[in-house]
């Protein structure tokens, strides 16, 4: 059965960082099939970063040079280096692997994906 599970979360104040961990299992691949999002308390679920099928990266704006996706697919992980944090970053974040056919989509709308995770909880103080 596909799983994904996040790890990494936790509590930093503004300006801190954080790395997210996405571990898959029970996938052929994860390679350029991957992305991250976030829902706050209150507000939909949002993309964060994810790969585009040609193998680059797409970040939401509010994250832009602040936020790094990475993945290792021999370990099957994906990562989400988190700099700068700010109050506003605070959420859930969850990891999901997205459809085959899917892939010329923007990686950052949702319904492209079939599979998440259970989320990780990033909490960031002022």
């Known amino acids: 059965q596909p799983q994904l599970v996040e790890s990494g979360g936790g509590s930093v104040q503004a300006g801190g960082s954080l790395r997210l961990s996405c571990e898959a299992s029970?996938?052929?691949?994860?390679?350029?099939?991957m992305g991250w999002f976030r829902q706050a308390p209150g507000k939909e679920r949002e993309g964060v970063a994810g790969y585009t099928g040609y193998g680059g990266t797409l970040y939401a704006d509010s994250v832009k040079g602040r936020f790094t996706i990475s993945q290792d697919n021999a370990k099957k992980t994906l990562f989400l280096q988190m700099n700068n944090l700010k109050p506003e970053d605070s959420a859930m974040y969850y990891c999901?692997?997205?459809?085959?056919?899917?892939?010329?989509?923007?990686?950052?709308?949702?319904?492209?994906?079939?599979?998440w995770g259970q989320g990780t909880q990033v909490t960031v103080s002022s």
């Open positions: 029970g996938f052929t691949d994860i390679n350029n099939f």
């Open positions: 999901a692997r997205r459809r085959y056919s899917e892939r010329w989509r923007s990686p950052l709308l949702q319904d492209g994906y079939d599979y």
